[in-house]
């Protein structure tokens, strides 16, 4: 059997002797074969220089170099995309992931037959304001939304069945999900197991306050996909129609009292002076363009192609 370990790198120069030697010790005490996958998602740093050295006495490393930033995601996904391994892992490159888990995690995923076993950092050394509590409040609404009882969906260390890997489709920022990813794709047996986490040794954590927004927008995404799958137009399009449908009844009524009342020669007045009238107006404006929305999106998705994500400008 062969496992592959993927592993997204920005600026990590300083960590990757280290974090390739425990590795290496780690990997070659397992009876297994090995495959170690690096995607330098566009260092300015030594990092690829570190990796290339690296590969000259250990053949087992595949490397790619993106061209510039394109963002965890896509390094990943360019890593999902290489990897042959029955059996994949994911880990940060900066060390707050322990290799040491690795061999426990292979039993744990096989004697369970588990589709995903993601990593759990039970006891987190990482800023409490600025990482601890967010991450416990997107957590929650993943629980929510999702319906899987993961307590840490974003943790760098996971195991994978190949198949998984190979179905799921990360990007944008959604490696912050990707069990949720996994779900909707019906890969259902996913697990969680606690994890040694380390503070950061070196450099800065590449995730500054942009990560709460974007976070909280992916969230929405998802939730929706898994609730629509990719059909925009059932979701706004049918909201466009009860609104173009709400307004429209409201006009009738207006019109049909206003003619009953000039019939019955009731105290009446000009539907311009009806306040009601301008509601009815704007829900059927609404409407049209919710519908439109949903409309716009169904096209997008049906034409999307996603084979302009990311440029490698190295392999090795
Ligand atoms: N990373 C990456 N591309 C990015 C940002 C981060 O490949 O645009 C890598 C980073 O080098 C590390 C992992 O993703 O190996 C996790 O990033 P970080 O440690 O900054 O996240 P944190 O642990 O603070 O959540
Ligand atoms: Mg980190």
């Known amino acids: 059997m062969l496992i592959s370990v993927v592993i997204p ?22 009876s297994f074969e090995y495959e170690i996958i690096f995607i330098d998602d566009g260092s300015s740093d030594n990092s690829w220089g570190t990796i290339k050295s690296l590969k000259k006495t250990h053949p087992e490393i595949k490397a790619i ?21 029955e059996i994949v892992f994911t880990m940060d490159a900066d060390l707050q992931d322990s290799p040491e888990e690795i061999p426990e995690m292979i039993s744990v995923l096989q004697d369970n037959n588990l589709d995903i076993l993601s990593g759990w950092k039970k006891k987190r050394y990482d800023s409490i304001l600025f990482k601890n509590l967010p991450s416990k409040l997107f957590n929650f609404a993943a629980r929510k939304t999702s319906g899987l009882k993961l307590h840490d969906f974003n943790c760098g260390l996971k195991a994978y069945k190949k198949e998984v890997i190979k179905s799921i489709d990360v990007k944008g920022e959604m490696h912050r999900y990707i069990p949720v990813l996994a779900k909707n794709e019906g890969f259902t047996r996913i697990d969680e197991k606690p994890v040694k986490h380390q503070a950061r040794k070196f450099g800065q954590t590449k995730f500054g306050a942009e990560r709460f927004i974007n976070g909280f927008l992916d969230l929405v995404s998802l939730w929706f996909f898994s609730r629509f799958g990719k059909r925009p137009m059932h979701f706004f399009g049918a909201l466009g129609v009860l609104m173009f449908v709400i307004g429209l009844l409201s006009a009738i009524y207006i019109g049909a009292s206003k003619l009953y009342k000039l019939y019955h020669g009731l105290p009446n007045i000009l539907v ?33 192609s996603s084979k302009f994500r990311y440029n490698i400008s190295e392999k090795i």
């Open 9 to 30: 790198l920005l600026n990590e120069a300083d960590s990757l002797s280290e974090l390739y030697a425990r590795l290496n010790k780690v990997l070659n005490d397992l």
């Open 65 to 85: 170099r993106f061209s510039k930033n394109y963002g965890k995601s896509q390094a990943l996904h360019a890593g999902f995309n290489l990897a042959k391994g």
């Open 272 to 304: 311009v002076d009806n306040p009601f009238f301008y509601i009815a107006l704007t829900s059927m404006i609404i409407g049209v363009q919710l519908f439109l929305a949903g409309f716009i999106g169904e096209l997008i998705l049906n034409n999307q």
